[in-house]
């Protein structure tokens, strides 16, 4: 029997066959170093795990708002609203099953089948698979190498915008790049979202995920606030990956369809889940500022190593816990032409398993270099000195 022909426009995670392939490898008795997976090996704190353990004692075990329980959303609110400079009420928030479903139901609630939403390229997966899953054309815009990082090419994006453009999805603290946005190239998203009339979905994952500076969100731009949706989500800051717990934060009438569409697909987040989330806000945050200490020592140490191999050159990314570098001399050198071949042998030389550039999009014309990604959320400081000390050797035989 034929199956919906919309499933042939579904993408999917890459980064999980990196894992299957580690995980085949390492079955054979060898020493795998992952590189691959934005996981956190970290625990969730325990106050947090706690207080979820009380609330299932407490009978919080069965159905509850599809918006979320209140004292959640408000929480939710209070906090976003004051690291952001902004004011929003429970009622702008929807808390979802972690941060992903608020790509589906943004892309649901803004784009119609055959209208165009722009997305960063290298960038999230997800972003494009929903796009075209809905029957929307996705168009990915670029990043250019600078000498601190990466930039999105602004004068493309400008380029993009069309009658039938929709939504721009705007991922700063990027994955898998690491990237930042400037002050100037964020009010340039701004402008053109606002010249436009663009909805904006913007992705803050690891608004909070730094180790240097403040996080700035382009809803506090002017004339920003009513037209982006703000994706959420307890997963990195509070080393909640598998408790799967997020939210959409946005304007209300936006909200209120998200909050029907949670209905429809999942009735409403765990409730128990959902009383971790409020101590995670209102609670002892000490297990995060160790966290962060943690991350942080971890990038420092891949980063010097990464920069000592020949051929390799990797920026040092103020935020998030992954890292892009340009592994082109060293292909060359090792007389390597494709990405995927790289990876494989890199793997099965030295344990090392890490995830490539085209696991986070289609290569745009033009790009004429060769990444890849490191996650260093999942491997221990020695094992990460240990894997890369190998990876070394290798590029260097």
């Avoid at 920026?315 to 995927?340: N, R």
Wanted: some cysteine; overall charge negative.
């Amino acid at each position: 029997m034929a199956l919906a022909e919309r499933l042939s426009r579904l993408g999917t995670e890459t980064a999980f066959a990196v894992s299957l392939a580690a995980a085949e490898w390492g079955a054979k008795g060898n020493t795998i170093y992952p590189f691959h997976l934005g996981d956190l090996n970290l625990p969730t704190p325990g106050n947090i795990v706690e207080a979820m353990d009380r609330a299932i004692a407490d009978g919080k075990t069965g159905y509850c708002p599809a918006a979320g329980i209140a004292p959640l959303r408000e929480a939710l609110a209070e906090d976003t609203g004051a690291r952001r400079g902004l004011r929003y009420e429970p009622s702008q928030v929807v808390v979802q099953p972690g941060g992903k479903p608020v790509i589906t139901k943004f892309i649901q609630a803004v784009m119609n089948p055959g209208e165009e939403v722009l997305y960063p390229n290298p960038g999230y997966p997800i972003y494009e698979s929903q796009i075209e899953y809905f029957g929307g054309v996705a168009r990915p815009y670029r990043y250019l190498p600078t000498g601190t990082g990466f930039a999105i090419d602004v004068d493309q994006v400008r380029s993009m915008i069309g009658p039938r453009t929709r939504a721009i999805v705007y991922n700063d603290l990027q994955n898998p790049i690491g990237a930042e946005s400037s002050a100037a190239e964020r009010e340039a998203i701004a402008e053109i979202a606002i010249a436009n009339d663009l909805w904006v979905l913007s992705d803050e994952a690891y608004f909070e995920m730094r180790y240097s500076g403040t996080s700035t969100s382009i809803a506090s731009l002017p004339g920003m606030q009513d037209r982006t949706v703000i994706l959420y989500t307890f997963s990195k800051k509070f080393a909640m990956t598998g408790w799967r717990l997020g939210a959409a934060i946005g304007p209300a009438d936006l909200a209120a369809v998200i909050g029907k569409l949670n209905t429809n697909d999942e009735s409403c987040t765990t409730h128990f889940v959902q009383y971790g989330g409020v101590e995670a806000l209102r609670g002892d945050q000490s297990g995060t500022a160790s966290m962060l200490a943690v991350l942080r020592a971890r990038r420092d140490a891949a980063v010097s190593l990464l920069n000592a191999m020949p051929g390799v050159k990797v920026h040092t990314p103020e935020a998030t816990f992954y890292l892009f570098p340009d592994v082109t001399e060293a292909m060359a050198a090792k007389g390597i032409d494709d990405l995927a071949s790289f990876a494989e042998q890199a793997l099965h030389a030295t344990g090392v398993s890490f995830c490539t550039r085209r696991h986070f999009g289609r290569p745009q014309p033009g790009e004429d270099r060769n990444y890849v990604r490191f996650a260093f959320s999942g491997i221990d400081e020695p094992a990460i000195r240990e894997g890369l000390g190998r990876l070394g050797e290798w590029i260097a035989s």
